[in-house]
């Protein structure tokens, strides 16, 4: 118990270290709000675009002090969650794990670092819903990211991930779709990666909550909610004249999103699953 009040100590302190990073570049390029979680609380979400280096961050602390980051790279169409769990000593766990799950994302899943620092926050006091719920997104990890070459994936994964030295994942599937982003390459794609092989390819693992067996190898699923996001544009019709049938198009607003996203990863003992329910 002593251990895990320290570490929810530390944690807050990391998530209000990383509050005031960003609150002190947040004059233009940044968003704080409250939104409505898919359980019905309210959670603060700081969201964070850089032109610099064309990316947005979106990082979130739940309830639990769980802390989450979400961090897209629109040059490579990488994006990178990083969560940061507390662990439980009696179960044999680290006092705290972060662990790292790096995808392909499309670039117009979410709105642009430029207009992203655009927007401007009218009432900060409100509490908001996403106008668009995505849905879950169930994402297979089969290889593990080396962090000494995950350069050629993204140049963020190293700093995002530095703690995250055997917990930093990826799929192959993943890689096949970065190949045919301009600038990747295949071969340079698979110098950053290894497959997970904590068993025999020919032989299922069972989830984990669903094996008895504290030291076998299984299936560890991550649930990660992004309650809130701009997501994309919203354009307006115009008529240019009273008399006229030309419509032009502005933009006036933006659509906010939600969405789950399940990641399953193998560990090589159940007890190393932070996640069972």
Known sequence: MIVNVKMNNIVKIYFYIF???LHHSCQFYCLVVN???QDGGVIKEIIYANI???TITVEL???DSTLITQHIDFIKEVQIVQVLLLGEEERGQKPYQILCFVNHVQANEFISPDAMSKL???NPGTIRVAEDNKGVFNVTIDMRIKLKNSIYI???VGSLCSEALDTTFTSKVDIDKWATVPGMYLGNLLQAVEYINYKAPNINLKLCRDTGKVWSHCLCTMKVSIPWYPCALKFCKDHIGKKSTAVDSYR???QTCSKIMNFM???KHKQHCLTIE
Do not use: E, F, M, N
């Open 120 to 122: 401007r926050q009218k």
């Open 19 to 21: 509050y005031i990073i």
């Open 52 to 54: 610099t280096d064309d």
């Open 61 to 63: 602390q739940l309830p």
């Open 154 to 156: 993204s140049q963020h």
């Open 265 to 267: 990863y193998s560990v």
């Open 252 to 254: 006036c607003g933006i």
């Open 35 to 37: 939104v409505k979680d």
